[in-house]
């Protein structure tokens, strides 16, 4: 059964009017610092998304295919939004955007550290990062997935978003059961992989990180956790919010025309590549809390 608009909006009642925390992923200059009034989204209302043909991971594939799909099913299961989301045949283990070709938005599990795999003197190093090159996860270790989006400098338009997820540092699980405990355990939950994507997926439509601590789209999740397979009502507010049924994308900016930004230029065309990292390993007491992060880049 779908989730109607009305329910969403019973949901968003439970927080007071202009109370909703959610935050959305801006242009960052060339201070690192982002720019106001700006915001990614996508132009269109069918995003497409494939696995990766090799997903990796320690899941077996049906398993966690199974968690994938579920997880872009909670984005579309609300009828004040018209977004949706359909799964494309599986891909090549590829992630980032390519003006000379066909993109994807791709999602998969890197399953060693580039460091083990990639000599200290590779090119790669230098060059963009070693992920594609030796098929390694390339991040700060502590993150558990992170979000490549790619899209336009001058108007926050998307054009292509890559999941990764950390399988070289967490154990990933798809069940229901107890937190695992040291040494693990049959049917315990670990690294959540639908808590992870349904948090990524969030990044993925242009949703930064939320300041609400039961949000989805909130940064950090203890190990064991699964309320984030589930939207929260700031992440439902922002769903209906920036894709609303029926009518037009919230862009946060006035349209400017493709030529006036440069878009549509020929496959020779430069692009402007800025990154963002995630954040660290966050302690309380003595339960970890193990934040996202999430890099973009710019054309």
Known sequence: MRRTASTALALALLLPAGAHAYKRTAIVGPN????????LYWD???????????????????EALRALRL??????????SDLRFAEGAPVAREVGYSDRGRNTNVVLFRDVPCAEVAPAE??????GGCGDVYDCWEHES???AVTTTTFSQCTGRIVDADIEMNAASFHFTT???????????????????????????GHLIGLDHSTVPAATMYASAPPGETQKRSLH?????????????GEPTWTCAPARPPAECGEGRSASG??????????????????????????????
């Open 175 to 201: 069940g229901g059961g107890e937190p695992c405990h040291r040494g693990g355990g049959d049917n315990c939950v670990d690294t959540d992989v639908r808590n992870t994507l349904v948090h990524e997926i």
């Open 233 to 245: 009502e700031d992440d439902i507010a922002a769903l209906c919010d920036i894709y609303p049924a």
């Open 44 to 62: 269109t209302r069918a995003i497409s998304w494939s696995p990766a043909a090799d997903l990796g991971g320690n899941l077996p594939a049906d």
């Open 270 to 299: 430069t692009t402007t590549t800025c990154s963002t990292g995630g954040a660290g390993l966050a302690l309380l007491g003595i339960v970890p809390l193990l934040l996202w992060g999430r890099r973009r880049r710019s054309v």
């Open 71 to 80: 997880s872009f099913d909670e984005w579309a299961a609300y009828d004040c």
């Open 142 to 144: 502590q993150l558990i």
């Open 122 to 127: 590779a090119r790669c190093w230098y060059e």
């Open 32 to 39: 690192q610092r982002p720019i106001e009034g700006t915001c």
